[in-house]
């Protein structure tokens, strides 16, 4: 008798980007996991989903609660009940609240897949604010930067559903190829590169997308805010800003061009290591070559100068008239969770 062998269409929740799988079932266990073709992600999958088959089979998972015998760093571990394990948190939170105050206990998780609310929860009945997330400092600063400049959420428009796909794009410390979900989907992302007629890359290092650019920024790590400060001030100087835009949908544009002026490009191309020739050139593609995009990612986030560069690189989005227009940076405003919000906000029990 042959094996009875299954496809079950799902979805893969290994990172958030929920890419649409095919899962091969043999005989009640599954065997292979690949792309649906029929889904958005159009049957592609990063190799971080195509493993995670291991989460279930993997012998060395994680099943139940260990608890160290030996030294720190040895190995040695002790399998144990829920119940003991929970005893023994709760003596030790217990003991530290007591000594030491709530403040003492802090908690950290990885990337939320929904529950992120519940740690947040947990927190607060025990009275500590001390809850580190990977978001801190992976798409929480994008985030909190869109929201306080657009009220919303800035996405590149790859997939020309507007009658447009983006002429200029500039991938900024970012390799969508190959990180997938982050803001948008790679196959999005490299489709969207058949219709770009100017890729500019910005990156200290060669990769497989800077092959493909039409200008490669090859920028001294950490110094993204003055390449940004620099492009502005050639925009404005220059005036290839669209006045349009400016003028009915932004605010504090004259303190913004003061600022730049702060920034020519000589100056620039001694901190960033790239030459004002290079600057000069990404400042007019992206402002006159449009509709046009920018595509940031999680290294600019992880550097001290976050919230500074990524607001710049913001400003260049707006001034060029590439926020809320076909082929540009569309502004995803976040629908209302106010419900879920209250759950996690919800004031420290009682005694
Ligand atoms: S990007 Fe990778 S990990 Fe994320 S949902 Fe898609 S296949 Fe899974």
Not at 16 to 33: M, P, Q
Not at 58 to 78: F, Q
Not at 120 to 144: E, K, M, Q
Not at 289 to 301: F, K
Request: glycine letters at 10%; aromatic letters at 8%; one cysteine or more.
């Amino acid at each position: 008798m042959g094996s009875d062998i299954k496809t079950i269409k799902s979805t893969c929740k290994s990172c958030h980007g929920s890419c649409g799988v095919l899962i091969a079932v043999e005989d009640g266990k599954a065997t292979r996991i690949t792309g649906n073709p029929e889904s958005l992600t159009k049957g592609t999958m990063c190799a971080k989903g195509q493993a995670s088959i291991q989460d279930v089979y993997n012998p060395n998972r994680l099943k139940y609660p260990l608890l160290r015998k030996g030294e720190r760093g040895s190995g040695e571990w002790e399998r144990i009940s829920w119940d003991r394990a929970l005893d023994i948190l709760e003596e030790k939170m217990s003991t530290a609240i007591k000594e030491d105050g709530p403040e003492s206990i802090a908690m950290t998780q990885g990337t939320g897949r929904g529950y992120n609310r519940y740690t947040f929860r947990f927190a607060r009945s025990i009275g500590t604010p001390n809850v580190g997330l990977p978001a801190h400092f992976c798409y929480g600063p994008r985030l909190a930067v869109f929201g306080n400049m657009v009220g919303g959420r800035l996405y590149c428009d790859y997939h020309g559903w507007g009658g447009e796909f983006p002429k200029t794009q500039i991938s900024w410390g970012k390799q969508l190829e190959i990180t997938n979900a982050d803001g948008e989907m790679a196959v999005w992302f490299l489709e969207s590169l058949k219709h770009c007629k100017n890729l500019i890359v910005v990156d200290p290092r060669a990769t497989r997308i800077t092959q493909r650019a039409d200008l490669w920024l090859q920028i001294r790590p950490g110094t993204d805010a003055a390449l940004a400060l620099g492009m502005l001030n050639v925009i404005i100087n220059e005036g290839l800003y669209d006045k349009d835009f400016v003028e009915n949908w932004t605010h504090g544009f004259d303190e913004l061009r003061e600022r730049v002026q702060e920034y020519p490009v000589e100056k620039v191309e001694e901190i960033t290591w790239v030459p004002k020739e290079k600057i000069i050139k990404a400042a007019r593609m992206l402002a006159t070559d449009t509709p046009g995009c920018i595509q940031t990612g999680e290294s600019l986030e992880a550097s001290l100068n976050a919230i500074s560069t990524i607001s710049a690189i913001t400003s260049l989005a707006a001034i060029t008239g590439n926020i809320e227009r076909p082929g540009g940076m569309v502004n995803w405003v976040y629908p209302d969770t106010d419900e879920m919000e209250k759950f996690s906000m919800e004031p420290p029990v009682p005694e």
